[in-house]
């Protein structure tokens, strides 16, 4: 066996993995989130919510969805972590804040929304 950073036993994991399980944990709190909606918007009464906030955060809960299933598709086609904007590199520190983010700050700025 050699010795080196890998064998220590607090291994450094690529960044991507940790971020990967990030995503893959947020896509199942999203999904999970509206299942949950979608239940209550069909039970009597709504299970207690407003149909309109009911709406509001099922449409969320699907924005997310999307949003996680895109940074998927990005990291499987080896795109993850470039701005579709500029197409420079995320900075990591904003992607381990907000893994699912396809812009920079300054081209997040620019989008219409
Ligand atoms: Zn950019």
């Known amino acids: ?33 509206l299942t949950e909606l979608t239940v209550y918007g069909r039970l009597p009464g709504h299970g207690g919510y407003d149909p309109d906030a009911l709406r ?13 299933a895109q940074a998927l598709r990005r990291m499987s086609e080896g795109s993850y972590g470039v701005c579709e904007g500029c197409h420079n ?17 300054s081209c997040q700025r620019r989008q219409p929304r």
């Open 56 to 68: 509001v955060l099922a449409a969320a809960a699907r924005e997310g969805i999307a949003d996680t």
């Open 1 to 33: 066996m050699t010795a080196g950073v890998y064998d220590s036993a607090n291994v450094v994991r690529e960044p991507i993995e940790l971020l990967r399980d990030m995503l893959e944990e947020q896509f199942v709190t999203h999904t999970n989130r």
């Open 89 to 105: 590199d995320i900075p990591l520190d904003r992607l381990r804040a907000l893994p699912h983010v396809p812009y920079c700050v």
